[in-house]
């Protein structure tokens, strides 16, 4: 019977895959978006620390903390990685040890399942206002620490065991930027009756799909929960024909059990324990006071070079949210990003290259992150040896064998303006082969199947698997960018 269901989900959930338009067109859900976001005006401006209002630099550690105890802290971490190009460092970093929420609900019109998402300010938004999960909330927020007023819908994740629950995982976050942080992505069916409150709308994964593609839409915290989608090969070839030697159809197959992959499930596991059980690595948690190479002023917190992140003080006003006005420290990157996924066709089947990638914030050490994780300013002062592998294959890809490619917000909630670059490319057949020992050409397949699990696929790399569900979906292999692709 499990098997059955199983079986049936992911039939669902490819035909929602397949729906361009859903309970409306897409062009009507951008209209209505456009009038949200002017409704939902956010105003946010930089302050000097002294101005933040709960917020204070600790006497004795020097770490940045609310009054409350609660919500997070900015303190500081020492790292040693002896092997690596920059074997040790410490820096600020955000302590949010409690764990969020973000869930989306889904629910049948017309045979099609939809997802219910939400029109959100976020305070670090680029462009103020970004379509959200249905809930999208961290421990202290939803039990109204703040004040403010309730999270709608979230009696429906709370008590998840009343409905069906398509997926329920702890994944983590930016392990650069934050120590140890987990959230709850969640997905769950309801039957009854759903009323739909201002600022929230029905779409089938279609269109979220089709969104995908646009620069700053659909925000991080939804991106992370649409890739915990079981989608499989099987369903997916049911409803979308696979009988081309493109890309596409390798993608499609790349999601079946029975397609043959470069390495099994179990070697890939192997290399992953080897990688977090290699032992050195050593992060330690020490008091933003000791941190050593930045420099605190009145207004920023910032890295001697001038490279990496800051870190800020901003005073919100925003009518929209469970709180009105706030002030709060916030991360912001000094540059965007560039995040990118290397694709090729391994005997009919799409195979992705993933890195083992080591980040101090980690809880488990390694996790598995995009062939391309970095922001190439941060490499101008090493040796052209310490820039990341494959960084310059994928800027330099010629524009045909560019898939994806966007610039899309991380979380908006603590980091301030931060984007990447989203890209997936097509790799030559003979480019780095076999690839570093840190890398490996993996299915589909195999990618869902770990992000039924904790911990083993980082975040950014979440974002792009959202990316290559759309592409397997689309009636081309390849999304023209719409900027016409970036340079």
């Known amino acids: ?39 939902m005006p956010i105003q946010v401006d930089r302050i000097p620390f002294a101005e933040l209002a709960g917020w204070a630099f600790h006497p004795g550690t020097g770490n940045l903390v609310h009054d409350t105890g609660r919500f997070f802290t900015v303190e500081s971490i020492e790292v040693r990685i002896p092997d690596a190009v920059v074997p040790g460092w410490s820096q600020p970093i955000i302590n949010q040890p409690e764990v969020g929420i973000l869930g989306i609900l889904v629910k049948e019109f017309g045979g099609v399942l939809h997802c219910l998402m939400q029109a959100k300010a976020e ?22 620490v703040h004040g403010g007023r309730r999270v709608p819908y979230l009696e429906y994740f709370l008590d998840a065991d009343a409905h069906q629950v398509v997926a329920d995982v702890l994944q983590s976050e ?62 997916l070839e049911s409803v979308f024909a696979a009988d081309t030697e493109d890309l596409r159809a390798a993608a499609i197959r790349s ?57 800020i003080a901003v005073d ?12 709060q420290p916030m991360l912001e990157p000094v540059e965007v990003g560039v995040v990118a996924f290397l694709v ?23 996790e598995l992150a995009p062939t391309v994780q970095c922001c190439p300013g941060n490499y101008a002062h090493l040796a052209p040896e310490a820039r990341p592998p494959f960084l310059d294959a994928v800027l330099d890809t010629p524009p045909e064998r560019i898939l994806f490619d966007t610039v899309l917000s991380e979380e ?18 003979d480019e780095h082969e076999p690839p570093p020992p840190d890398f490996r050409w993996l299915t589909l397949h195999q990618l869902v199947g770990l992000l039924r699990h904790s911990h083993y696929v980082n975040v950014q790399a979440r974002s792009l698997i959202a990316c290559l569900h759309g592409l397997s979906a689309r009636h081309s292999a390849v999304v023209q960018p719409a900027n016409g692709g970036r340079r």
């Open 316 to 327: 919100v006003q925003a009518g929209s949210r469970e709180r009105t006005s706030w002030t």
């Open 174 to 235: 930016q392990g650069s930027w934050f120590y140890r942080k987990r959230n709850r992505n969640m997905v769950i069916e309801v039957t009854g009756p759903v009323e739909v409150l201002d600022g929230f709308c029905w779409l089938t994964i279609g269109q979220l799909h089709q969104l995908l593609g646009q620069d700053n839409l659909l925000n991080m915290d939804s991106r992370t929960v649409l890739s915990c989608l079981p989608f499989t090969g099987e369903a």
């Open 255 to 311: 999601y079946h059990e029975l397609s043959p992959s470069r390495h099994s499930t179990r070697e890939v596991l192997s290399w992953i324990t080897a990688a977090r059980s290699r032992g050195d690595v050593r992060t330690r948690r020490i008091p933003l006071a000791e941190v050593t190479g930045w420099t605190r002023d009145a207004t920023a917190i910032t890295h001697d070079s001038g490279q990496f992140f800051r870190i």
């Open 344 to 366: 090729k066709s391994i005997a009919g089947v799409l195979h992705v290259l993933v890195n083992a990638c080591i980040e101090p914030g980690y809880l488990d050490v390694v």
């Open 123 to 144: 305070p670090g938004n680029c462009n103020g206002v970004q379509l959200s999960p249905t809930v999208q909330a961290t421990h202290s927020n939803y039990t109204r």
């Open 1 to 39: 019977m499990a098997e059955e269901h199983d079986a049936g989900l992911a039939k669902r959930l490819a035909i929602s895959a397949s729906a361009k338009a859903g309970r409306g067109a897409t062009a009507d859900f951008h209209a209505a978006f456009a009038g949200l976001a002017e409704a």
């Open 412 to 429: 908006g909630g603590r980091f301030f303006a931060a984007r990447n670059r989203y890209l997936v490319v097509e790799a030559d057949d």
